[in-house]
């Protein structure tokens, strides 16, 4: 995409304070969290967070090019939740129409992005929130504040009413939306000599009063498909926790940026309830690598080898039944593997002069480090090295148009 001239023969623009009158956003010297709370900033086409800051938009048409680490986020209008459009970076740039209020810049990393249900708990009250459901949810550590959402999920059964007539390619399926802050269903279908056959449910949603509707939408190369009528069956997971998600909330960028998902953290927080139940949920983060902890550096290691970090940073476990499925937990995140250059020295690698090249993205938990060398990638059986994470600041390119 070409960005818009800012220039002409013998009267360039003195882009000197670009956004003085547009953009009063962190500038790249903004080193520190305390420098953005405190308002230290100056107008500039560079916008620089620190982990676990965001910062909106101002109404007008910008291109942006989220930095490494950052992420776009958009406010859905449908369910009033923030949704991230860069799940892992580096995708290049966006147009963007803001209204001053829908679209934000969020570094995020260190911080937990949403929960893995592995015990749903029973005998809450069905809403959404804590006032509507009285259950609050705290964790270990960084302030992270979250929202629960219990009761509302989605029969995983959808009956064929009608399984219509002529479809030459499968129809896309939109479900209802639940109220705000519920997890909107999912669905897809096959057909078969015409008619749909299956309806396969992806995501049960939560926080509905009453079962989704179906519409039934042809593929654009369909002009003969019709008929169809689907029917989801009886909600399901009443008084368990079907969805848990930090808040996106956030004040004025220059008073309160740190928004729901709290301080950056270098460990994976757990939490507690009130009340409490048998509700087990994992902490699904977004670690970016740090750096290293050797303590055995090997022998024989190859100089030039470059170590990777990647496995292990899915979060593992098994989703309890009826609740909200990948869009609200472990699907938030595409990982991008962390590149450091080892220190090697005579065959080993040093405890110390280890650099990050690339900290990667999008960690959902703590991941392991392999050796690649010019002969493969080696397992780490002689050595030791483990990888520290957490949040990092990170700047991103704003112009507007």
Avoid: K
């Avoid at 459009?85 to 969020?106: E, H, K, W, Y």
Wanted: include cysteine; proline fraction near 8%.
């Amino acid at each position: 995409m070409a960005l818009p001239r800012i220039g002409g023969g013998g009267f360039p623009l003195n882009l000197n304070g670009a956004f003085a009158s547009q953009l009063p956003l962190p500038g790249p010297q903004t080193a520190s969290a305390a420098q953005f709370t405190a308002g230290a900033v100056q107008a500039s086409n560079y916008v620089t967070l620190p982990a676990g800051f965001t910062t909106f938009l101002p109404a007008g048409t910008f291109y942006v090019e989220p930095g490494p680490v950052t992420s776009l986020q958009l406010l859905d209008p449908v369910t009033q939740i923030w949704r991230t459009v860069n799940s892992t970076p580096l995708a290049g740039g966006f147009n963007v129409d803001s209204d001053g209020g829908n679209v934000r810049l969020a570094n995020i990393t260190g911080c937990p992005i949403g929960a893995l249900i592995t015990n749903a708990g029973t005998t809450y009250t069905n809403g959404v929130g804590v006032t509507a459901t009285g259950l609050t949810v705290t964790p270990s550590a960084g302030g992270s504040v979250w929202i629960p959402v219990v009761g509302g999920a989605n029969n995983t059964t959808v009956a064929i009413t009608a399984a219509g007539s002529n479809y030459s390619f499968a129809p896309f399926l939109v479900c209802s939306p639940p109220a705000p802050g519920g997890i909107q269903m999912t669905a897809v279908c096959t057909v078969s000599a015409g008619t749909i056959s299956t309806v396969t449910v992806t995501n049960q949603g939560a926080g509905y009063t009453a079962p989704a509707t179906i519409t039934v939408i042809n593929d654009y190369r369909d002009i003969t498909g019709s008929g169809a009528v689907l029917t989801p069956g009886a909600l399901v997971g009443s008084g368990s926790l079907t969805a848990l998600y930090p808040s996106g909330a956030q004040n004025t960028a220059f008073a309160a940026a740190v928004g729901g998902h709290g301080t950056p953290l270098t460990a994976v927080p757990t939490f507690t309830f009130s009340p409490a139940s048998t509700t087990s949920v994992t902490a699904v983060m977004n670690f970016v690598v740090t750096g290293l902890t050797v303590t055995g550096g090997g022998s024989g290691v190859p100089a030039g080898s470059m170590l990777v970090a990647m496995s292990g940073a899915i979060v593992s476990g098994t989703r309890a039944a009826n609740v909200a499925g990948p869009i609200a937990d472990t699907g938030l995140t595409q990982p991008r593997p962390a590149w450091i250059q080892p220190n090697i020295t005579a065959g080993t690698v040093g405890t110390a002069g280890n650099i990050v090249i690339d900290p990667g993205f999008g960690f959902q938990a703590v991941p392991t480090v392999a050796l690649i060398s010019g002969t493969g990638v080696a397992v780490l059986s002689a050595i030791n090295i483990t990888t520290t994470v957490g949040g990092i600041s990170d700047t991103s390119f704003v112009q507007p148009f």
